[in-house]
């Protein structure tokens, strides 16, 4: 008998910040002119922080050879 894989939420959940990470930073450099410095350095320190994040748990992935949504 063959095993299903379990969907790991902590993958999905790493995954997903990254990937609101790179759209936050699409939108920061869409609204690049149009909102203040204040908010600007915001959202491009957010998605910084986002993208690291990601970047570090796929990193960590790649290095024990795992999938990041699966088990």
Do not use: H, W
Request: overall charge positive; charged content about 15%.
């Amino acid at each position: 008998m063959t095993q299903k894989a379990k969907p790991n939420k902590r993958g999905l959940l790493f995954t997903s910040i990254f990937g609101i990470g790179n759209i936050t930073l699409l939108i920061s450099r869409t609204l690049d002119g149009r909102v203040s410095d204040f908010s600007m350095g915001f959202l491009e320190g957010m998605s910084i922080a986002f993208i690291t994040l990601g970047t570090g748990y796929l990193l960590f992935c790649v290095i024990k050879k795992k999938n990041p949504l699966i088990f």
